[in-house]
């Protein structure tokens, strides 16, 4: 059965949090920046800083039973930065700060200065993946994304995750690692 994809109620936050969490469980990068579960754990707020506010915007999608959720962020609506930095501080070890601080320094040169729509965070429950809720999920907003126009940025922190993208439109723009941090991959469509 195919999974209707829907844009999150705002009174299910913490189900839209919670698929995030387990989605990147296993995430190369984001599990570097937290590689004990307790540490991890915690890190709920910091997914909800970078990329919530699609929540409020109504561009946060999730796949049925929550199976999969897509928070995009539309032109003009930005990451919390301050919270989000202060969840880093908070939550990750005092010898990762520097690097990761260089890395999402990286990162700003590639983010586009022109008005697009941004996907910050894209997870499926490790339960539900390779049955297709990503594709469904990309394809339900970039049919919005396409219908103003817009180009789509975002960036991958799972090389498993690119041929996905990489179906879907998005170009391959650099490759951004530092010291033993995986490597990240910003990648742009053009407007369509």
């Not at 919005?144 to 960036?155: C, H, M, R």
Request: glycine share 8%.
């Amino acid at each position: 059965m195919i999974p209707k994809i829907s844009s999150a109620d705002p009174k299910n936050r913490n189900k839209v949090l919670d698929t995030i969490l387990v989605g990147f469980s296993a995430d190369p990068f984001v599990r570097w920046i937290c590689p004990e579960a307790h540490n991890y754990l915690k890190f709920t707020e910091a997914f909800d800083a970078y990329g919530g506010g699609a929540i409020e915007t109504g561009s946060a999608y999730v796949a049925g039973g929550y199976s999969g959720t897509a928070l995009w962020l539309p032109p003009g609506v930005d990451a919390d930065e301050e919270r989000f930095i202060a969840e880093i501080e908070k939550n990750v070890a005092k010898e990762k700060h520097e690097p990761l601080f260089k890395i999402l320094e990286e990162l700003e040169h590639y983010h586009p200065t022109d008005s697009c729509w941004y996907l910050p965070i894209i997870a499926v429950d490790p339960s539900y993946q390779n049955k297709g809720i990503g594709s469904l999920l990309m394809k339900h907003a970039l049919e919005i994304v396409d219908s103003e126009g817009t180009p789509a940025y975002l960036e991958s922190s799972n090389p498993r995750n690119m041929s996905l993208y990489e179906r879907y439109g998005f170009e391959t723009m650099g490759r951004i690692q530092v010291g033993d941090a995986p490597p990240l991959h910003p990648m742009i469509r053009a407007a369509r």
